[in-house]
């Protein structure tokens, strides 16, 4: 029975590893971030100074205080593949809890350690 739920949540891991590196792809690949480097002078490069090598300039809309987080595309990546991982960890634990094989972090006593601490 273990060998079988070992073996159902590696083949989860593992189409879920092929899902989510597929959906990342996707979403790398339906929403590109071009880039934009500051000249000295701090502003934005553009028509007034040489980019990056095919960059188009600043944004349309130009707002500084528009909200952007960027991350390489192998962060990215890393980020699914941990998320997976995650998933497929608390699943895994939950059906080791639902067996009877190990009881959830909840149901473990905390110990508490008497005496002053001088």
Known sequence: EKTQMAEQIDDLSEQSHD???AAVAAYA??????LCRQ???G???GARSAGLPGDPGPPADGNPAADLVAI?????DALGDKAVQD???T???NGLVEAG???PRSAVPVPEFGGDAD
């Open 19 to 21: 899902a989510a590196r």
């Open 29 to 34: 690949r339906d929403h590109p971030v071009r």
């Open 39 to 41: 000249t000295s002078d």
């Open 43 to 45: 502003a934005a490069s």
């Open 72 to 76: 390489t595309r192998s962060e990215l």
């Open 87 to 89: 998933t497929v960890k």
């Open 91 to 93: 699943l895994f634990m």
């Open 101 to 103: 094989w190990a009881v």
